[in-house]
């Protein structure tokens, strides 16, 4: 299994950015398909986005375009979740997450292996 360590996140003001990075040791980081997803208080956790193993495909949620971006530098073994424009209902821990397999894009948190430890990420108004 692939092993996630995240960095990154924090407090902001609405209308700020913040760039998650996720870092992956062991498996084989090149060959799986990764994830964002996020669990405000009281939620359920909450697909983000997903990469291909190529980083060619990708796919955000629809409620989250325009504003999030996903990718990957596979030399880096590390993904990333770009995130501008916060509003306070972005507030939540946001979590990694890798497929292990290569296996295509995916939004169920069932579908994924592994998993970051999850940062917290606060937007104020």
């Known amino acids: 299994q692939v092993q996630l360590v995240q960095s990154g996140g924090g407090l902001v003001q609405a209308g700020g950015a913040l760039r998650l990075s996720c870092a992956a040791s062991?498996?084989?980081?090149?060959?799986?398909?990764m994830g964002w997803f996020r669990q405000a208080p009281g939620k359920e956790r909450e697909f983000v986005a997903a990469?291909?193993?190529?980083?060619?495909?990708?796919v955000i949620a629809n409620s989250l375009k325009g504003r999030f971006t996903i990718s990957r530098e596979n030399g880096q073994n590390t993904m990333y979740l770009q995130m501008n424009n916060l509003t306070p209902e972005d507030t939540a821990v946001y979590y990694c997450?890798?497929?292990?397999?290569?296996?295509?894009?995916?939004?169920?948190?069932?579908?994924?292996?592994?998993w970051g430890q999850g940062t917290q990420v606060t937007v104020s108004s």
């Open positions: 997450a890798a497929r292990s397999t290569s296996d295509g894009l995916a939004d169920s948190p069932i579908l994924y292996d592994s």
């Open positions: 990469i291909t193993w190529s980083g060619v495909d990708t």
């Open positions: 062991g498996g084989t980081f090149r060959r799986n398909t």
